[in-house]
């Protein structure tokens, strides 16, 4: 009898203290994370982010980690214009290239996770157009197709079209403000020197800039294209032919370019994948707290209920592989999309100085 009334006591004392530990974590202050997103995540991320607020999940200290996200473009951290202070900063930042972090070279980033979400750049647009300038589908769509086409008056007539269809109309978005716009300046520089390491070299040779400057003459309006060159294209070929866009956006376009005709998608060769890494912002005013709530953010981004989520925005997984059960990919593959493509040929970034020399030279010619 005094043996189980001292075990019920024990177990009375524990329950107390568990409710008590309980209301002390409830009633620690949330620590607010704000992580700088790449835009081309955001479809996934949202509700990602929901969820983990929703778990409640806790720092060693005992506080709950609440994150906020902030849609941010890559080159408005890194192109110079000082876009984040020691006092006015996130406490995360995934870019769309690795190469972005190391273009921020003085903001104090450490990497968490090298990746957690992959989509490459791919050509798109109406097969019907497109078969012309390749014949049919004996060729590929690539830059020198292009290149091609957008050395020639630009009128389809005269590239083997009909009359009615008017002249080239190419999309893609702005490449000093976009990192898709970007890419594909920097993956038209790699096709046209058969060189997918670029330097300065490359991205300054006259021929090549005189080759991409026709191609901008085919662009309907960067800002009507905006920042997903797919939607615009999506449209239907009164607004663009075909362009370049993340496979992602593509695929979250696909159904509604199959209404305005047959879509057909291209791999570049060389590519750019954006692998959209995580970093951490980490310097003398960084707290141990808001280590640990980037780091478990970071663990639940690339934990496997959020990644087997990805397909569904377009988005790659980290690891895992696609297969005919991502319905949102091995849908699109009747018009060109590859469940495990080859991309081993990637784009290698330049040095930033030679970066912001292309760049400076694209916005003297860009409209």
């Given at each position: 009898m005094k043996r189980g009334t001292i075990v019920l006591g024990i177990f009375i004392l524990v329950v107390i203290g568990l409710i008590a530990a309980s209301q002390i974590v409830q009633n620690q202050p949330p620590i607010t994370i704000t992580v700088a997103v790449s835009p081309l995540l955001e479809s996934w991320m949202r509700p990602t982010v929901s969820e983990f607020n929703a778990q409640n999940r806790i720092t060693a200290s005992g506080r709950r980690v609440s994150v906020t996200v902030q849609l941010t473009e890559d080159l408005d951290v890194w192109s110079g214009n000082n876009f984040w202070t020691s006092t006015n900063h996130p406490d995360a930042w995934i870019p769309a290239a690795s190469f972005s972090i190391g273009y921020a070279r003085n903001m104090p980033f450490i990497e968490v996770k090298p990746s957690v979400a992959k989509t490459p750049l791919i050509w798109g647009?109406?097969?019907?157009?497109?078969?012309?300038?390749?014949?049919?589908?004996?060729?590929?769509?690539?830059?020198?197709?292009?290149?091609?086409?957008?050395?020639s008056d630009q009128n389809w007539q005269t590239l083997g079209g009909q009359s009615n269809w008017g002249f080239l109309k190419i999309a893609f978005p702005r490449?000093?403000?976009?990192?898709?716009?970007?890419a594909a300046l920097l993956t038209a520089a790699a096709d046209f020197s058969d060189q997918a390491r670029l330097t300065g070299v490359q991205l300054s040779n006259s021929a090549y800039r005189d080759a991409f400057s026709q191609v901008l003459g085919a662009i309907p309006s960067f800002n009507s294209i905006g920042g997903n060159a797919a939607g615009f294209v999506a449209r239907g070929v009164s607004s663009a032919d075909f362009g370049l866009a993340a496979e992602s956006q593509w695929l979250q376009s696909v159904q509604g370019m199959a209404r305005m005709g047959?879509?057909?998608?291209?791999?570049?060769?060389?590519?750019?994948?954006?692998?959209?890494?995580?970093?951490?912002?980490?310097d003398s005013s960084t707290t141990e707290d808001?280590?640990?709530?980037?780091?478990?953010?970071?663990?639940?981004?690339?934990?496997?209920?959020?990644?087997i989520q990805l397909p569904q925005a377009g988005l790659r997984p980290v690891e895992r592989l696609i297969t005919d059960e991502d319905r949102v990919f091995a849908d699109a593959q009747t018009y060109g999309i590859v469940l495990v493509p080859d991309l081993a040929n990637v784009v290698s970034a330049p040095t930033l100085n030679d970066l912001r020399g292309l760049l400076?030279?694209?916005?003297?010619?860009?409209?």
């Open positions: 647009g109406y097969a019907e157009r497109i078969n012309v300038i390749t014949d049919g589908s004996a060729n590929p769509l690539n830059w020198d197709a292009v290149f091609t086409a957008a050395a490449a000093d403000d976009n990192i898709v716009g970007l047959t879509p057909r998608f291209e791999y570049p060769d060389p590519t750019v994948m954006f692998e959209f890494p995580l970093a951490r912002w980490d808001q280590r640990q709530a980037v780091n478990l953010f970071a663990d639940w981004l690339t934990g496997n209920a959020q990644q400076s030279w694209f916005q003297s010619v860009a409209r």
